[in-house]
């Protein structure tokens, strides 16, 4: 079955520094997906992207952060300037039409 | 704006009992229900979905739940746990419209004990 694949399982990076998070949606997929888990607290939605634009993005998606499509494959989400608060699971997920299917997510941690 | 609200945060359970891990959630549009299973140091995997139809659905692992509409639940049981379905537990809506983002739940521990 096909499978969402994101790039690195875990990123440490230093306060300020840009990090840049990798996903691989499933190929047939339309609409992408970053959402975002700080430990212990629940599943957050940053931003939603379609025909190469986001179409939609939560408050916590700051000027801090973007979204790319650089090519037919890859889908990332930057960091700009990370802060200690930025330490939490990425999760990428692509979507045909419903349900969501999730990649097994990138862990930052920012020190 | 749709919210979830997982009334239980952690519930302990024995080997081979039933578990109910509730579910509820509001919404001033029609939605879909699912549920996400994070096994740890996992991913999100589905587990099951209430898109339309039959309001009871169920898992290939024995999972099933109910889209109760007049009590805007979906609550999520199995008669009988292993103790591989220690894991945490997600439900999660999102409107009928192009672009389906979810909203999900503060999540439920499930901790199965021998």
């Known amino acids: 079955e096909p499978e969402v694949t994101q790039t690195p399982s875990h990123q440490v990076t230093q306060m300020g520094q840009e990090v840049i998070l990798r996903c691989v949606p499933i190929?047939?997929?339309?609409?992408f997906y970053w959402y975002r888990q700080i430990l212990g607290q629940k599943v957050e939605f940053l931003v939603s992207?379609?025909?190469?634009?986001?179409?939609?993005k939560s408050e916590i998606f700051d000027d801090q952060f973007s979204v790319e499509r650089p090519d037919g494959s890859n889908f990332t989400l930057k960091i700009r300037s990370t802060k200690l608060e930025d330490s939490a699971m990425y999760f990428c997920?692509?979507?045909?039409?419903?349900?969501?299917?999730f990649g097994n997510g990138t862990r930052l941690t920012v020190t | 704006a749709q919210s979830v609200t997982q009334l239980d945060s952690q519930v302990p359970v024995f080997e081979e009992a039933p578990v109910e891990l509730r579910c509820n959630y509001s919404?001033?549009?029609?939605?879909?229900l699912f549920w996400y299973v994070q096994y740890p140091n996992q991913g999100l995997q589905l587990l099951l979905k209430?898109?339309?139809?039959?309001?009871l659905v169920e898992s290939i692992n024995g999972f099933e739940a109910e889209f109760n509409k007049s009590q805007t639940s979906f609550h999520l049981r199995k008669p009988s746990v292993h103790i591989s379905d220690t894991a945490e537990y997600f439900c999660?809506?999102?409107?009928?419209?192009?672009?389906?983002?979810?909203?999900f739940g503060g999540g439920t521990r499930v901790l199965v004990k021998p």
């Open positions: 209430y898109l339309s139809g039959s309001t």
């Open positions: 190929s047939n997929h339309l609409y």
């Open positions: 992207f379609y025909n190469n634009e986001i179409s939609e």
């Open positions: 997920a692509s979507s045909e039409y419903s349900p969501l299917h």
């Open positions: 999660a809506v999102s409107e009928k419209t192009a672009g389906n983002k979810l909203t």
């Open positions: 919404s001033s549009v029609s939605v879909y």
